[in-house]
């Protein structure tokens, strides 16, 4: 084959859809890793389980987003239905109170939404190789 | 039956007996109550008379100002209910209220050093002036109609004698009976107590010191309570003048020293300023000023509040805090153990405590009461009974008989949680009034809150690491303990206020806990705590003389975002039905607008329920006033509903309560606003007065 897909590829590498998707699955990388640790000792406290799960679902988000794989996407929406369910079963519909349960989770679900175009499906993956 | 009777026949009466003199009472509860702690009792204890030495100082009732053209007192009147009678402004029109005049005092902080500011003052209104100090004690009367000085007197405070925070809540104001001339010089006067600690009192009419009263004008209260220095001693509060003796407490940063000055409180003849009585809970007998050499007993607990007072019975209500040293226990004495936290009637005809009632046992948690009393006729089935009532931080709002400190409701002793690092001092029970407590179920994990799941989750994993089984967990060492409600209440000094014709009590309050941890000395080193007497200043809390320090986390502040760890609300503002201790209406308190996260004001314009500080007035027009909040603004609601019928946005923070008075036939609204150092509200000098627009 030719050089034109690795060109292609090139050319995605730098397009500015691409590095904010990195951006993002840096972050998430970090935040997923911060939750979850900080999920694990919370569960060794006798807390919640809930941040070691959904901090597992964001760290594979970021690191999906990183692979560019649309996996990261389903990933993700599966943390967020989780999170959605979860906040509901724990204090509701207070508004205040799901603040810290929901604003940031739905900016982040916004956000990788927003990195469809710059992943790939398996299949097109195996198109392009 | 009198109290006299009683304290003849049976000098040490503990409730289970005093609630049987009652009839309408039951006593079952009282009976059923578990083993106390030696020298607890869980009601009134009324105390045993002094048959000797009671100073002479014993005068007949004076006349009492009451409410309506003038705001004579602190909270109103000496009752501390915070009613005026007026109806002009009301539910219907006071949406149309508009600012008529402004005053500033010109007391600011200094800009070239740091002093905490929090000036919670409320002024008084009688003739055509109104009284006022400011945040450094000078003295200040303001025209009624125009808010124009007409006099000011500068004691010459010092930044050095600010204590927590520069505050002077109120003047008193005093008319000496029967003068000879009534026009002349402090014939009329107006008493203040400072930071520093002196008596002051200056001319109503011109503000010049009044030449007979004390030296100059001027009485010394720092003398006799032992080693102190600048700061540490301090008078914040108005004082409470009772059958023309003026009632004097002091507040003494807490938390310094075991060694520390008196909580004495102190009666001064108000035309003289001589020394009538003092109250010594260490030495009950001691009629004045201690013999040459010896001193008030040191570390005792201090009224830094502000007194009611009954006018009739001769009885001022102190509501005391606690000792020196808050969160250690087992160095004080049994008379601390017995007074600390109990609002105490003294008689100021004799200076001797009558009877007192104590809201805590035992306390290490700085469950000081805060607020001042209400003294109503309160409705039961047999008639009216002259009562009090007193709150606390810990929410609870207490009923009781005033001439006998007997409780109209049951007080229950429940269990507590024991252990911490002083097993055997904690008391096992602690009082809860039947009658009504602004407190709420314990706090749980799922309460912690932030801005995202990661501030939130930090607050999760700090409630499991801390100590907490509910109210009443006591201090510890080894984890953080958590303490809800915090010192903040519940109710603190900005008190309630009572509606005796629509028999509705009004009472905003605190949500916050706070999160604590006693310090072994070598921390309290390694921290760098200082105590007030070192010469590097005061740092911290660090207990000396007792084996722990203490760090105090107030509000439970994440330590990354600043934000408070339990979720909103963290105040509200509640109705109470004064004849059942029932909630007619109940709801958050505050709004968003100047709150957020690294204290950025999120401009948020939704009800979220602040933290505030400041008490309510409420009118015979239908409406409480109230500031108090730290969005700073001050709101008048609908008392029946809690309905806000009106709104405006202060110049600085609303620490402090409003007031209401009568000038020319035109009902006036006036608030200061100073902000506050501890809420976080800007500071200011605003005096603002609000009326109906003229026809």
Redesign the interface.
Known sequence: MSAVPHEQTARQMLSPGYIAALVLAVLLLAAGAVIFLGGIWLLALGGSFYYAVAGAGVLATGGLLMARSILAVWVYALTYVFTLIWALWEVGLDGWAQVPRLVGPTIVLALVLLCIPVLRSKRAEGRTQ | MTFQSISKTCPMVLVGMTLALVSSVPSSIAQQLPQQPEGQSPGAVISEPVEDGAPSAAQAPLATAETGDAWPAYGGTYHGTRYSPLDQITTENVANLERVWEFRTGDLPPEDQDVAWSPETTPLKVGDDLFMCTPTNVMIAVDARTGREEWRYDPQVSYDAVPHAAACRGVAYFEVPNPEDPDALCANRVIEATLDARLIAVDARTGQPCPEFGRSGEVPLDEHLGRTVPGWVAVTSPPTIVRGIVVVGHQVNDNEALDAPSGVVRGYDAVTGELAWAWDLGQPDLEGEPPEGETYTRGTPNMWTTAAADEELGYVYLPLGNSAVDYYGSERSEAENAYATSLVAVDVTTGEDVWHFQTVYHDVWDYDLGSQPALVDFPTEDGTVPAIIVSSKQGDIYVLNRETGEPLFPVEERQVPGGGVEPDYLSPVQPFSTYHTLAFEPIE??DM??????????C??Q???ARYDGMYTPPTADQPYIQYPGYNGGQDWGSMAVDEERGIIVANYNDIPNYNRLLTREEVEEQGMLPITHPEGDEGDPQVGVPYGIEVNPGWRSDVTNLICK???YGGIRAIDLETGETIWDQPFGSARANGPFGIPSRLPFT?GTPNNGGPIVTAGGLIFIAATTDNLIRALDIETGEELWRDVLPAGGQAAPITFEQDGRQYLAMFAGGHGFMETPPGDYLWAWALPEE
């Open positions: 994990e799922r809150w932030g801005m995202t799941p990661i501030d939130q989750l930090w999760r994993i409630f499991h690491l979720q909103p609300p979220i």
